[in-house]
């Protein structure tokens, strides 16, 4: 399987992905943590996929969504954003919408 399969087949398999760097449980920038600290707050189950152990993966997913910048996240097979954009629909309200309008469970209190 190519890696774009692979990519695709995650995005796909997966309510919530983020591609980052390091782990949710250990995020190795912080933009990535940014992004694991939003994710968490609202309750939202996500499956983590660290870049950093494949350059294939992190080049990879930079062509699949022609976006160049790690983290990234996808909702329900759709590019959502990278750090900055995640950050501000948070705050604006927008990405918990955006949660509950495509079906993806969070926190009551969120």
Same mark, same amino acid.
């Given at each position: %399987?190519? *890696?774009?399969?692979? *990519? =695709?087949? !995650? +995005?796909? /398999?997966?309510? $919530?992905?983020?591609? %980052?760097?390091?782990?949710?449980?250990?995020?190795?920038?912080?933009? @990535?943590?940014? $992004? +694991?600290?939003?994710?968490?707050?609202?309750? +939202?189950? &996500?499956?983590?996929?660290?870049?950093?152990? @494949?350059?294939?993966?992190?080049?990879?997913?930079? /062509?699949? @969504?022609?976006?160049?910048? *790690? #983290?990234?996240? &996808?909702?329900?097979? !759709?590019?959502?954003?990278?750090? =900055? *954009? +995640?950050?501000? %629909?948070?705050? /604006?309200? !927008?990405?918990?919408?955006?949660?509950? =309008?495509?079906? $993806? #469970?969070?926190?009551?209190? /969120?």
């Amino acid at each position: %399987m190519g *890696i774009e399969q692979f *990519i =695709d087949n !995650e +995005v796909k /398999a997966n309510d $919530v992905v983020l591609f %980052m760097k390091g782990t949710p449980q250990f995020p190795q920038c912080g933009f @990535s943590g940014q $992004v +694991v600290q939003i994710l968490d707050h609202l309750g +939202v189950t &996500y499956k983590g996929l660290n870049v950093l152990e @494949s350059d294939d993966l992190r080049n990879g997913i930079k /062509a699949y @969504s022609n976006w160049p910048t *790690i #983290p990234q996240l &996808y909702v329900k097979g !759709e590019f959502v954003g990278g750090c =900055d *954009i +995640v950050r501000e %629909m948070f705050q /604006a309200g !927008e990405l918990l919408q955006t949660l509950k =309008d495509k079906g $993806v #469970p969070v926190k009551q209190n /969120a």
